[in-house]
């Protein structure tokens, strides 16, 4: 006997039905478009800090991460800090609403550049900064001192356009 016209299809046809709704939905959907491409850079400051550290120049690596961050900050947020503030009052008066969370991870590599700024050797179980570099400049105002786009015109990779996928292209 076959089920009553208001009554759900069968247990058995349903999973079949399913699988076909959404294979034709599949081949229904246009192809994704790529409208902007961005090359992944790593930071030259964490760069060159990783460069200084693998050679074993763990004081010179962490006085140029602490240095060229000072210096990003000033580029990043049009801010200067005065030559007679100490390390300290740069965290304090320095710092403005826009660059949170960086002071808590400047303050952390302050503590680190601490030693090595005055004649202390760095200590022999250390880590390296990179990882606060990298959350320092991970703010948007941090790496877009860096971040290069790909320009107009450039050759794009193999089966890749930007702009709308024509429909008779669309799977």
Same mark, same amino acid.
């Not at 006997?1 to 009553?4: E, F, I, L, Q, V």
């Not at 192809?31 to 961005?38: F, G, N, Y």
């Not at 030559?83 to 304090?92: A, G, K, V």
């Given at each position: 006997?076959?089920?009553?016209a #208001?009554?759900?299809?069968?247990?058995?046809?349903?999973?079949?039905?399913?699988?076909?709704?959404?294979?034709?939905?599949?081949?229904?959907?246009p192809?994704?478009?790529?409208?902007?491409?961005?090359r992944?850079?790593?930071?030259?400051?964490?760069?060159?800090?990783?460069?200084?550290?693998?050679?074993?120049?763990?004081?010179?690596?962490?006085?140029?991460?602490?240095?060229?961050?000072? +210096?990003?900050?000033?580029?990043?947020?049009?801010?200067?800090?005065r030559?007679?503030?100490?390390? /300290?009052?740069?965290?304090?008066?320095?710092v403005?609403?826009?660059?949170?969370?960086?002071?808590?991870?400047? /303050?952390?590599?302050?503590?680190?550049?601490?030693?090595?700024?005055?004649?202390g050797?760095v200590?022999?179980?250390?880590?390296?900064?990179? #990882?606060?570099?990298?959350?320092?400049?991970?703010?948007?105002? &941090?790496?877009?001192? +860096?971040?290069?786009?790909?320009p107009?015109?450039?050759k &794009?990779?193999?089966?890749v356009?930007? #702009?709308?996928?024509?429909?008779?292209e669309?799977?």
């Open positions: 006997m076959s089920a009553p #208001g009554s759900p299809p069968e247990p058995s046809r349903r999973p079949r039905r399913e699988r076909l709704r959404r294979f034709l939905h599949w081949l229904a959907a192809t994704p478009v790529v409208l902007e491409t961005m992944g850079v790593e930071v030259p400051p964490i760069t060159e800090t990783k460069r200084r550290w693998a050679l074993g120049d763990r004081a010179g690596a962490i006085s140029y991460a602490y240095t060229t961050v000072l +210096y990003d900050l000033e580029r990043a947020f049009h801010v200067r800090f030559p007679d503030w100490t390390n /300290e009052e740069i965290l304090i008066l320095g403005t609403p826009e660059m949170v969370p960086i002071p808590e991870f400047l /303050e952390k590599l302050l503590r680190m550049y601490e030693p090595v700024r005055y004649g050797a200590p022999t179980d250390a880590v390296s900064p990179e #990882g606060l570099l990298s959350s320092i400049y991970a703010h948007h105002a &941090m790496w877009t001192l +860096y971040v290069e786009a790909i107009q015109g450039a &794009m990779p193999a089966g356009r930007p #702009g709308p996928v024509p429909t008779s669309a799977r």
